[in-house]
């Protein structure tokens, strides 16, 4: 009734191993134009008593029919994936963290099945799929979103925009890329990646009904990524000023 107040809630999926580890998290929930709900869940490989995992769920991306009551993992061997977003193909595409067996800031494409390179000797696997794109602009990439192809905002639309939390306790670290894609014929993707901001320590981003891109800026925290400070933390509103390109 528009009172900014659910009127029902129920468990739609109950099934995610937890320990408490501050690093286990769920990240990334998206639907695909199959109407199910894509979800990445961290790995638990630096947790030295995960919760029992029978499924394999913790490091994997899962799909969860629209009823809540089918899982199926459709990805294995992620480390700490933070976004994910379907483009207008209907590709998935997602970042993940270096380390651990990731060499590089990844963007990578869901391909069915595959296994991703981390934490080799909890899955099962032939062969391990290399990044899709090592990222340049900055470490540990956070968000990411597609920009509207009839939105111009300086020539991006349709491009895709990451944002990026910097390392560790840097607390100048950070910013957002730009990548253009483009897919051929065969169906993969070329890409074309250049930094838009340095604006540190982001946690996200998304692009309003105005067409500018907002961004929310995590303040100083502890090593467990704890707020240090209650009055830390930002967002911001970039807008497209043409007077100020080159």
């Given at each position: 009734?528009?009172n900014?107040?659910?009127?029902?809630?129920?468990?739609?999926?109950?099934?995610?191993?937890n320990?408490?580890?501050?690093?286990?998290?769920?990240?990334?929930?998206?639907?695909?134009?199959?109407?199910?709900?894509?979800?990445?869940?961290?790995?638990?490989?630096?947790?030295?008593?995960?919760?029992?995992?029978?499924?394999?769920?913790?490091?994997?991306?899962?799909?969860?029919?629209?009823?809540?009551?089918?899982?199926?993992?459709?990805a294995?061997?992620?480390?700490?994936?933070?976004?994910?977003?379907?483009?207008?193909?209907?590709?998935?595409?997602?970042?993940?963290?270096?380390?651990?067996?990731?060499?590089?800031?990844?963007?990578?494409r869901?391909?069915?099945?595959?296994?991703?390179?981390?934490?080799?000797?909890?899955?099962?696997?032939?062969?391990?799929?290399?990044?899709?794109?090592?990222?340049?602009?900055?470490?540990?990439?956070?968000?990411?979103?597609?920009?509207?192809?009839d939105?111009?905002?300086?020539?991006?639309?349709?491009?895709?925009?990451?944002?990026?939390y910097?390392?560790?306790?840097?607390?100048?670290?950070?910013?957002?890329?730009?990548?253009?894609?483009?897919?051929?014929?065969?169906?993969?993707?070329?890409?074309?990646e250049?930094?838009?901001?340095?604006i540190?320590?982001?946690?996200?981003?998304?692009?309003?009904?105005?067409?500018?891109?907002?961004?929310?800026?995590?303040?100083?925290?502890?090593?467990?990524?704890?707020?240090?400070?209650?009055?830390?933390?930002?967002?911001?509103?970039?807008?497209?000023?043409?007077?100020?390109?080159d």
């Amino acid at each position: 009734d528009r009172n900014n107040e659910p009127d029902t809630s129920w468990v739609f999926f109950d099934d995610i191993p937890n320990s408490e580890h501050p690093y286990e998290w769920t990240c990334g929930l998206s639907f695909g134009e199959d109407g199910w709900l894509y979800l990445a869940l961290s790995t638990d490989s630096w947790n030295a008593a995960p919760s029992p995992d029978p499924g394999k769920y913790r490091g994997s991306i899962l799909r969860i029919s629209p009823d809540g009551k089918t899982v199926e993992t459709v990805a294995t061997g992620i480390r700490s994936v933070y976004g994910m977003r379907f483009d207008r193909n209907g590709e998935l595409f997602f970042i993940d963290n270096e380390g651990g067996g990731n060499p590089t800031e990844e963007l990578n494409r869901l391909v069915k099945n595959s296994f991703y390179g981390h934490n080799p000797n909890k899955f099962t696997f032939d062969s391990a799929r290399g990044p899709e794109y090592s990222l340049t602009t900055e470490m540990a990439p956070s968000g990411l979103v597609f920009n509207n192809p009839d939105n111009d905002f300086g020539g991006t639309g349709g491009d895709l925009f990451i944002s990026f939390y910097g390392p560790g306790e840097r607390w100048s670290r950070g910013g957002v890329a730009r990548l253009r894609l483009q897919r051929v014929h065969d169906g993969t993707y070329s890409y074309e990646e250049s930094t838009v901001a340095d604006i540190p320590k982001l946690s996200n981003l998304a692009f309003g009904k105005d067409g500018s891109l907002y961004l929310s800026q995590h303040g100083m925290a502890d090593y467990w990524y704890n707020a240090v400070y209650e009055d830390q933390g930002n967002f911001y509103k970039l807008v497209y000023d043409p007077s100020l390109k080159d």
